[in-house]
């Protein structure tokens, strides 16, 4: 494939799977061997454990003018803003690993859940 179907994979993935949290594009873009670098703990990094991972982020996430609720915590109505990064590997026009990242000491300040740190 061509960087720049390499790059349409990436922004479809970034849009269905973690835009609408599509899971049916889960099995249209991923390896069915995928493997995910970051699973919750005691989780295998697999294809199901990914889909359960995107449905528990995109749940409380998935418009952000809805309340939010997050790990159990009564929905705060704030809005967030979070920074991470995510590094795919793409074989044969699929998605067979992924490396991610994200600012959840800072998702949770914004919340309220944590105080901000200290300058």
Do not use: H
Not at 29 to 35: I, P
Not at 51 to 66: G, H, L, S
């Amino acid at each position: 494939m061509s960087i720049e179907e390499n790059k349409a994979l990436a922004r479809r993935w970034g849009e269905e799977i973690w835009g609408k949290a599509n899971l049916a594009a889960i099995d249209e873009l991923l390896a069915t061997d995928f493997v995910f670098n970051y699973p919750v703990p005691g989780a295998t990094p697999n294809l199901e454990a990914y889909k359960q991972t995107v449905t528990q982020w995109c749940t409380p996430f998935a418009d952000i003018e809805c309340p939010i609720e997050y790990m159990g915590g009564a929905p705060t109505g704030k809005r967030v803003t979070i920074t991470g990064i995510s590094i795919l590997r793409i074989v044969g026009g699929k998605i067979v690993e992924e490396w991610g990242e994200m600012d959840n000491l800072g998702m949770m300040q914004q919340l309220g859940v944590l105080p901000p740190s200290c300058d």
